[in-house]
């Protein structure tokens, strides 16, 4: 016992929310390099819903994994490993198009949109 009467899921809500933010500067910082952007409660609250939405399109292809080939549920990580690749698309592409870009990239690139 750490001292906190946290049950399951609370405990998994204050861990999701930590992570999405250590994720949301570590992005910020190295893989975007938006150090000279001020920071703006626009780019992390949708960088927040983004990993929600990650979050649950994570959940749903391991799901529909194990549904459509129930015999991978004796072999978990597989769903696991085919779940978090699906997310890691989403939320990297979410995140390059439209948190992190700039007003310069969407000029250059007609695809990205405000």
Not at 23 to 38: D, G, I, K, L, Q
Request: charged share 15%.
């Amino acid at each position: 016992m750490t001292g906190f009467d946290f049950d399951h899921y609370r405990a998994r809500a204050i861990s999701f929310a930590i992570a999405v933010t250590a994720t949301w500067y570590m992005n910020r910082r190295w893989v975007f390099e938006r150090n000279a952007v001020p920071v703006s409660g626009r780019e992390y609250s949708s960088y927040f819903v983004v990993q929600i939405l990650g979050a649950i399109i994570n959940l749903s292809v391991f799901v529909a994994v194990i549904e459509l080939l129930p015999d991978l549920a004796t072999l978990p990580v597989i769903p696991l490993a085919i779940g978090a690749a699906a997310a890691l698309l989403f939320n990297f592409t979410m995140s390059s198009r439209f948190v992190f870009a700039t007003s310069v990239d969407k000029k250059t690139d007609p695809g990205r949109t405000q």
